[in-house]
């Protein structure tokens, strides 16, 4: 079972915390859709015939595409791919473009069957902070439309710690996202990336810096919340009701193997990790001379085992010790065992069905403790 995701590089506008990759001229749109076609094709041997559960528009904004565009770009995939009948096909789409008068017609009837909507709030003071395009009323209709259209698989996308979000107003997001039916809920923490616009804004003290103490608070309303709600909460970002788990995410998150397609787009096959230029013209030109814009790293058992110990720590299911017997030998059982005690102790980890798993107060220190247990070579 693997994955493919395909990077669609083009946004409207800048938001102001974003770090993919993207442009907002849209003059190489159709260049772009013949080189991933080609792309297709040259990269049409790298999951082995193995059969494909899910597919993936990401970006970027793959809603800037028609449908036409995107059921072409999967029939372009079918003919090189053993696509599961039921496959689950993800379009990330923006509120403005799920507004458009025929857009969500136009999707229903092609062969995109699950929709995850950039809401990142309902708050129209945080959305001009973040600098995106819609207001919180065009989102609750995105929603709305999107449901009526018949899209039951559906995730929102929310962000929480902003400075211009109180926790009143976190919660009043998640309420509306709860009130609303929605089975799936992404929701991110704003991080600071360098060489975006609000690293710099930040810089010049124009607006106020992320404040973790408050970032951590709004998790855990919303954690709360939803868990209240019926929510599962299967991975440290992710959230949903029984049925409605991300498919492609999840297969993230337990290691199978996905092709990457796409300017900046990711590939991984249990031994190698390889990715695109994060550049539309040189990805473009590449392409038309028949080369891959590709660059591959070999993953050494290390690497495999930090992989593991990183994605396994943060879902439901957890860092199994046999698997890790299994796959990296006992040096490393040794040594996971060793430094995970100091979390046990303090009741960041605990064990149940032979797996390690996060407890709610350790979900805020994730990375730190994945960090502890990583092998530095
Ligand atoms: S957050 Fe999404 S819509 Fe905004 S710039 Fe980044 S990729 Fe584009």
């Not at 989102?139 to 109180?166: C, H, K, M, Q, W």
């Not at 879902?315 to 010790?321: A, E, K, M, R, Y």
Request: charge should be negative; glycine fraction near 6%; hydrophobic fraction near 35%.
């Amino acid at each position: 079972m693997s994955g493919i995701y395909i990077h669609i590089p083009f946004c409207n506008q800048a938001c102001h915390y974003c770090n993919f990759h993207f442009s907002t001229s849209l003059n190489n749109k159709d260049a772009f859709l013949v080189a991933l076609t080609k792309e297709i094709s040259l990269r049409s041997s790298y999951l082995d015939d193995e059969p494909v559960s899910t597919i993936y528009f990401g970006g970027g904004t793959p809603s800037l595409l028609a449908a036409s565009e995107i059921d072409h770009i999967i029939d372009e995939l079918s003919r090189f791919h053993n696509i599961e009948p039921k496959a689950e096909i993800t379009l990330e789409a923006n509120p403005e473009d799920i507004n458009k008068k025929g857009y969500l017609s136009d999707l229903a009837a092609s062969k995109v069957n699950r929709l995850s909507i950039g809401v990142q709030s309902f708050c129209d003071e945080d959305l001009r902070f973040m600098n995106r395009i819609h207001d919180g009323e065009e989102a609750g209709l995105a929603l709305r439309n999107s449901l009526e259209a018949g899209f039951e698989n559906l995730s929102v996308d929310l962000i929480y710690g902003t400075p211009t979000l109180s926790d009143a107003q976190w919660a009043d997001n998640i309420e509306k996202v709860i009130s609303l039916g929605i089975p799936h809920i992404s929701m991110y923490c704003l991080t600071v990336e360098p060489k975006t616009p609000l690293f710099d804004q930040i810089k010049k003290g124009k607006v106020q810096d992320v404040d973790d103490e408050r970032a951590n608070g709004h998790f855990q309303i919303a954690a709360k919340q939803l868990e209240n709600n019926k929510y599962v909460h299967y991975e440290i970002s992710n959230f949903c009701k029984e049925g409605f788990m991300a498919a492609h995410n999840s297969n993230y998150w337990k290691g199978k193997d996905y092709l990457g397609l796409g300017p900046s787009a990711h590939s991984y096959n249990q031994h190698s990790r390889s990715w695109n230029a994060a550049n539309n013209n040189e990805y473009i030109a590449k392409l038309n001379a028949g080369e891959l814009p590709l660059t591959q790293e070999d993953l050494s058992v290390a690497d495999q085992y930090n992989d593991y110990v990183m994605l396994s720590l943060r879902t439901i299911w957890g860092l199994s010790l046999e698997y890790v017997l299994e796959s990296f030998g006992d040096e490393f059982v040794t040594h996971c065992k060793q430094e995970m005690l100091p979390h046990i102790s303090s009741g960041r980890i605990v064990i149940s069905d032979a797996a390690y798993t996060l407890t709610g107060q350790g979900k805020l220190f994730a990375d730190q403790i994945a960090a502890d247990l990583f092998i530095v070579e």
